[in-house]
């Protein structure tokens, strides 16, 4: 009874604590938050002055004593208490939009590859933020499962997850990841790279917002159609404010090499899979999620070098919430895929 009464008044969240986004899933609802996993602190005071939508309005804008955050830029905890302060945030918003007060059990997608003390500094930090329970995913298995895929049978599902500040690639099989790579070039080095492009190509400097915008507008794995826009920055010769015509072309060679580690981090994977999973991977193929999935042309130049199906997931951007979502709704089925933590951890 009390039992049934806890459940009917739970609000169980998912949370997809992602580099560049985070989106949290409330069961029986869906996705109800979704910003970017950016903190503004006030370095004078050490007070938090904005989180979300909020603080990435100020990014590339603010004045000295306000710092800009991305807490888990590296795909891990790089900053542990800007992660607990922004999960805290996030957990008392989805508890505000629910509009129920029990303490949430909380399902976090984490990368995977993450060391132990890793998970630790997430779950404390989950923990901390309020929530009663936490239970840790690993992110490539999260989107997989959002994607719907069969992660729980014996047969091979191999994911790629590409995100701001990191890729997963993973093969799956019977709910256990069976190899997997964590690399930290995903989006965020791909706006990196054409900041770099654009300074020694054109001495043009340009500030990450604005290698985000240009990377959306033009950014492509393989040629397309002719497209260019102008793009403003300061001038590095003579220092003063410039605008400059770039091309698709242009974007395509500042990220052909980031492009070409990815595919060598899937090529190592399938290279290094138990032989019996070959057949399998040869039918299915390759499911790409995250938002790094959606560069336009990746597909398909995947597909011509590695000879093998590949398919975008839909609506790759929500799918590691969906899946925190889906095994929140269906813990007991999907229990096997929660990680193990270590209690002896201490940090
Ligand atoms: P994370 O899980 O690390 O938070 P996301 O899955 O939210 O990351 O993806 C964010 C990344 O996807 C950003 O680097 C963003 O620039 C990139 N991205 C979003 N849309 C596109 C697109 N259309 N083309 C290329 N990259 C994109
Ligand atoms: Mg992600």
Same mark, same amino acid.
């Given at each position: ?21 985070t989106l ?13 996993s ?21 990014w590339?804008?603010?004045p000295?004593h ?8 590296e795909g ?25 007060f ?25 923990i ?7 239970f840790l995913?690993e ?8 994607v ?8 091979? *599902?191999? %994911? !790629?997850?590409? /995100? &701001? @500040?990191?890729?997963?690639?993973? $093969?799956?099989? =019977?709910?256990?990841?069976?190899? +997997?790579?964590?690399?930290r070039?995903?989006g ?19 500030g ?6 240009v ?18 920055g300061?001038d590095?010769?003579?220092?003063l404010?410039r ?5 698709d ?31 399998d991977?040869?039918? *299915?193929? %390759? !499911?790409?999620? /995250? &938002? @790094?999935?959606?560069?336009?042309? $990746?597909p398909? =130049?995947?597909?011509?070098?590695? +000879? ?11 799918a590691?919430?969906r ?6 709704e269906?813990f ?11 209690e002896?951890?201490?940090?």
């Amino acid at each position: 009874m009390l039992k049934s009464l806890y459940r009917r008044f739970s609000n169980d969240i998912g949370i997809d604590l992602g580099t560049a986004n985070t989106l949290v899933y409330l069961k029986g609802h869906g996705i109800i938050i979704n910003e970017p996993s950016i903190v503004a602190v006030n370095r004078k005071t050490g007070q938090i002055v904005a989180v979300g939508h909020e603080a990435k309005k100020m990014w590339g804008k603010t004045p000295a004593h306000i710092e800009i955050i991305r807490p888990l830029i590296e795909g891990v905890v790089s900053d542990f208490d800007m992660t607990e302060e922004m999960l805290a945030y996030f957990i008392r918003k989805a508890e505000k939009l629910s509009k129920k007060f029990f303490r949430p059990r909380v399902v976090i997608g984490v990368p995977s590859g993450i060391t132990n003390v890793e998970m630790r500094a997430v779950y404390d930090a989950g923990i901390d933020a309020g929530a009663r329970e936490v239970f840790l995913v690993e992110e490539a298995m999260a989107a997989a499962i959002g994607v719907r895929l069969p992660v729980l049978d014996p047969r091979a *599902t191999f %994911i !790629v997850d590409i /995100g &701001g @500040g990191t890729t997963d690639v993973a $093969l799956i099989s =019977l709910g256990g990841v069976v190899r +997997s790579l964590n690399l930290r070039i995903a989006g965020d080095h791909f706006n990196e790279r054409i900041i770099e492009y654009l300074r020694d190509e054109f001495k043009l400097l340009v500030g990450e917002p604005t290698a985000e915008s240009v990377k959306l507008a033009l950014g492509s794995a393989i040629e397309t159609e002719y497209q260019e826009i102008e793009v403003r920055g300061r001038d590095l010769v003579t220092g003063l404010p410039r605008a400059l015509m770039v091309t698709d072309g242009d974007i395509r060679e500042a990220l052909m090499r980031p492009i070409g580690f990815l595919l060598a981090a899937i090529r190592e994977v399938l290279e290094t899979a138990p032989p019996e999973m070959m057949s399998d991977i040869l039918k *299915t193929g %390759i !499911v790409l999620t /995250g &938002g @790094g999935a959606m560069l336009p042309g $990746l597909p398909e =130049l995947l597909e011509q070098e590695l +000879s093998l199906p590949i398919h975008i997931a839909q609506d790759p951007l929500s799918a590691v919430a969906r899946g925190t979502g889906i095994i929140l709704e269906n813990f007991e089925q999907y229990e096997s895929v929660i990680l193990p933590l270590d209690e002896h951890v201490v940090i």
